[in-house]
DNA sequence: ATGAAAGCGCTAACAG
DNA sequence: CTGTTAGCGCTTTCAT
């Protein structure tokens, strides 16, 4: 007699039943043993841990969801995977929750508040035991983050969304912007620029306001532009700027630092000397900020730590928590000073 | 009497039962008028939509996977989510999957093996109906790899493994590296490096082996430079490579935009002129190659068409099919010329 | 065409 | 300390 594999789906897994079997327990006593959530006896919990062993058994989170348990598993969704910040985020909440032995899915909702609210209903379907989520949209991913919030942990990271009472790690953007304009203004810049984006997204509208209120004069005050975040837009930014040349700034605060590369490259096509006639600076301190020739001034935005004290406020440990705690943990922002801004000669 | 919201949930969703209470049927007769998988009379039918929609029901996945059903989810492993190469690849993927209802999950190995099979288990763990995986490395990501195909669907993208017939679906790496050698050629260069990195990834070890065979002489086929997919390599690289100046090649080809990016700033910064004295090419063609000054020439892979034929292949729809299948897929890449690769005043 | 019942894998509550 | 029982939400037999 031939032993047949089974075609459609290899080996199946070991279940617990098997394992108590071998073990000869219970199934009820097995999991006891195997999850320590109840007292065994000695030598029974040693025997059904050999026979998992042996099985290499693993438990079926899906029949622990099911049950109504915990999974193990973390959410998270990142408005844009193909901007270079999040992926670092990412990575740097898969380093902090490796610690804690658990795993995380993620899922990028595209810039789109939609696809966005539909990522976070999947998470939450699939029993996630909590979400790290950096909203798209201040105000439109509002509704879905706190319907995610009041079924789940959740901590918002880097961007916020206004008005949903819950946890959230990020940079102190204010700090960031004046640090910015000091540094500016100590090396003898007078008209400033802020190429910024639309009032979608939280970090941006609160450096906005920042910016507002700190640039050196009313004419400084008055220069910010709008667009989104991306290369392309830094370039047609400094095309909008060049224009009128009594009116041209000497120097360019970018929103981040794809839109300050893009600003590079376009003054650079243009003729205009970095940092000699115009001084430039990025956010995040992106990898491909020292690329550029000059090299971009940033500010730093503690991503370790926020992923470290964004897994710490979901409290995975902890029996329960209450949700929706909205606590706010605002860290320092580290100006990175390079070439791009560089006092003029 | 006040009505108390369940403080540690939220509104719990609606589930079959009551949809089926309020339509006043059996919740298996629900069931089949929801799924189709059996006739049901239409005007139950018709009450049984209408109570769901009522009650915003949505089929609980754990319930239906538990039951052996699909999830409607397929996870993705990427092996380094920095590398701007798989944003842009997950990107495609998720766009392809949405067109299909589907949700993705990724996960990130952090280009290391042992995470790697880590997430590809807790994948299947979660019972996601197929998964697609770009593997760390071409021999030691196999065994996981194989295991993965004999559970559940499997496709391969842009890199593989050796020996595991499974599907795959990628750019044609020599064909790829015969466009680049023509290309420097036919703009007079004679004297080839290649700095790639050590033989753990399959696209890239395919490249030396074209590289070693159509390179224009045994000089240039000698040189190849083995490192890492990074910038810091690159840089390093120009620093070894410069080190002998009667050795100093013609033209740099680099295994990725990240490492050209890295030697052709370490080469400005050497004094080395670019395109002039050294040519030098990228791969992947990412956003950042054509910020460098001189714009990068790179080799661009057809990443949605890869990401579209990856989920065509996945046979989603289809009842079952065989896993293990090993088909290959091989697309062509095309070459993208810029100033980095100029012939030389 | 529909209802009843069983069971996917697991663990909490309840006896003993 | 351990076995029994029940049930999470769903679908799929098996009977009507």
Not at 42 to 65: F, M, T
Not at 103 to 117: G, H, M, T, W, Y
Not at 309 to 316: I, S, T
Request: proline share 6%.
């Amino acid at each position: 007699m031939v032993v047949t594999k089974d075609v459609a789906g290899g080996p199946a897994r070991a279940r617990l039943r098997e394992v108590a079997e071998l073990a000869g327990v219970h199934p009820s006593t097995a999991s006891r043993a195997l999850s320590g959530s109840r007292a065994v006896r000695p030598d029974v919990a040693a025997a059904v841990q050999r026979a998992a062993e042996k099985l290499d058994y693993r438990v079926d989170p899906i029949g622990r969801a099911l049950r109504g348990e915990r999974t193990g598993t973390v959410g998270m969704v990142v408005p844009d995977i193909v901007n270079p910040f999040f992926p670092a985020v990412v990575q740097a909440v898969e380093r902090a929750l490796h610690a804690d032995g658990r795993s995380l899915f993620l899922c990028d909702a595209s810039n789109d508040v939609r696809v966005e609210a539909e990522r976070i209903e999947a998470l939450l379907d699939r029993r996630v035991d909590a979400l790290i989520i950096s909203p798209v949209h201040q105000y439109d991913s509002a509704p879905a983050v706190r319907r995610a919030a009041s079924r789940v942990r959740l901590v918002q990271v880097d961007r916020s969304c206004v008005g949903v009472g819950c946890d959230f790690v990020g940079a102190d953007q204010a700090e960031a912007m004046r640090l910015l304009i000091r540094h500016l203004v100590d090396n003898g810049r007078r008209n400033l620029a802020f190429v910024a984006t639309d009032d979608s997204i939280s970090t941006v509208s609160e450096r906005i306001v920042a910016y507002e209120q700190h640039a050196p004069n009313v004419r400084s005050r008055r220069r910010v532009f709008r667009g989104d975040l991306s290369v392309e837009w830094g370039a047609r930014a400094v095309d909008m700027i060049l224009q009128d040349p009594r009116q041209t700034p000497d120097a360019l605060i970018c929103a981040n630092d794809l839109i300050a590369l893009g600003a590079l490259k376009q003054l650079r096509t243009r003729g205009c000397q970095v940092p000699g006639n115009i001084a430039v600076t990025g956010f995040d301190d992106t990898p491909f900020g020292v690329l550029s020739e000059p090299e971009l001034t940033s500010v730093r935005q503690p991503v370790q730590q926020i992923a470290d004290e964004a897994v710490r406020m979901l409290g995975l440990t902890r029996p329960r928590s209450t949700p929706m705690a909205g606590r706010r943990l605002v860290l320092h922002p580290e100006l990175v000073v390079r070439g791009s801004s560089a006092a003029p000669a």
